[in-house]
């Protein structure tokens, strides 16, 4: 069946870092792929998505790309900051729901 | 325009004992949906409900049933509840876009549960 897999975290970086969390996907034929931020105490939000494949979600800085020949969707931010700091959540449409990734936690210091 | 909303936002029960997380979205969707979220297993469907009417067992269904009790409202009950069940439960809404799929969705700031 379908599926999203993430990278493991937590991510640990400085302040204006370069950042990207791998995201891999299996699914039958092309579904939209989204990116879901939570942060602490909250209830996950959409941060970007992508309809079809060769597109570019971007919001807040971050970018996402995705790229069926390597089934992939990861997201990337030139500068990292530290209210940047959060659960991020890779996930594909697939019927009727959602299939979620088990989510990568940030942690950005000054 | 609250978006989606949840009632309690903190709940302790006692093992055996029995609640309703109430979940209500003002945005006209037809589907909803209830997760769980654990430490290191991300989120969990526990059920859905696509339109009105209509309910489905998501992937970890047992010791819960649902109510769709109109298009706004969706609630999740605990029967009997159970120290397994401690976890941080959030409710969701999305529109039904054309041929089927699901479009963004909206979720609620979460209702936390422990069962002692």
């Known amino acids: 069946g379908d599926s999203v897999t993430q990278m493991e975290g937590p991510v640990t970086l400085s302040e204006e870092a370069f950042l990207t969390i791998n995201c891999t996907y299996t699914a039958t034929g092309y579904p939209s792929l989204f990116w879901y931020v939570q942060y602490p105490g909250e209830g996950l939000q959409l941060l970007l998505k992508?309809?079809?494949?060769?597109d570019k979600g971007s919001n807040k800085g971050f970018e996402a790309t995705y790229r069926k020949e390597t089934t992939s969707f990861h997201l990337e931010k030139g500068s990292v900051q530290v209210s940047d700091s959060a659960v991020y959540f890779c996930a594909l449409m697939g019927t009727d729901k959602l299939i979620f990734g088990t989510g990568t936690r940030l942690q950005v210091f000054p | 325009n609250a978006g989606v909303t949840q009632t309690p936002k903190f709940q302790v029960l006692k093992t055996g004992q029995s609640m309703t997380l109430q979940c209500a979205q003002d945005?006209?969707?037809?589907?909803m949906y209830w997760y769980r979220q654990d430490p290191g297993m991300g989120l969990r469907l526990i059920y859905y409900s696509a339109s009105e009417g209509t309910t489905d067992k998501g992937e970890v269904p047992n010791g819960y049933n649902v109510s769709r009790l109109n298009k706004r409202e969706f609630s999740l009950r605990l029967e009997s509840a159970a120290p397994s069940q401690t976890s941080v439960y959030f409710c969701?809404?999305?529109?039904?876009?054309?041929?089927?799929?699901?479009?963004?969705?909206?979720f609620g700031p979460g209702t936390r549960l422990t069962v002692l």
């Open positions: 992508a309809t079809k494949a060769d």
């Open positions: 969701a809404s999305s529109e039904v876009l054309a041929g089927g799929l699901i479009g963004e969705q909206f």
């Open positions: 945005m006209n969707h037809n589907s």
